[in-house]
Nanobody
């Protein structure tokens, strides 16, 4: 069983920045895709962005240019750097790592963007 431990959530003002971390108990090279999702109250969980083992990234249009996914292979950790934050970015953020026949979720971390 793989565990994903998230950290870095909190309260930030509009226009501010925050970095989320997702640390895995297994080598991130064993996952073909590592992504971030978010879910706001009353809304469907949505994909924020992904990074593949090869380093390719893709982002939702709503965050493109503001959010960046990166990784530290030695630490088995994937990051979500969030900048120019908006109130509509407020949500619980979840990391998700995928293998061919299985996937794992982090516990979720709250991000609140408010003045």
């Amino acid at each position: 069983q793989v565990q994903l431990v998230e950290s870095g959530g909190g309260l930030v003002q509009p226009g501010g920045s925050l970095r989320l971390s997702c640390a895995a108990s297994a080598s991130i090279f064993t996952f073909y895709a590592m992504g971030w999702y978010r879910q706001a109250p009353g809304k469907q969980r949505e994909l924020v962005g992904i990074i593949t083992t090869g380093g390719n990234t893709n982002y939702a249009g709503s965050v493109k240019g503001r959010f960046t996914i990166s990784r530290d292979n030695a630490k088995n950790t994937v990051y979500l750097q969030m900048s120019s934050l908006k109130p509509e970015d407020t949500a619980v953020y979840y990391c998700n790592f995928k293998r061919t026949y299985e996937e794992y979720w982090g516990q979720g971390t709250q991000v609140t963007v408010s003045s």
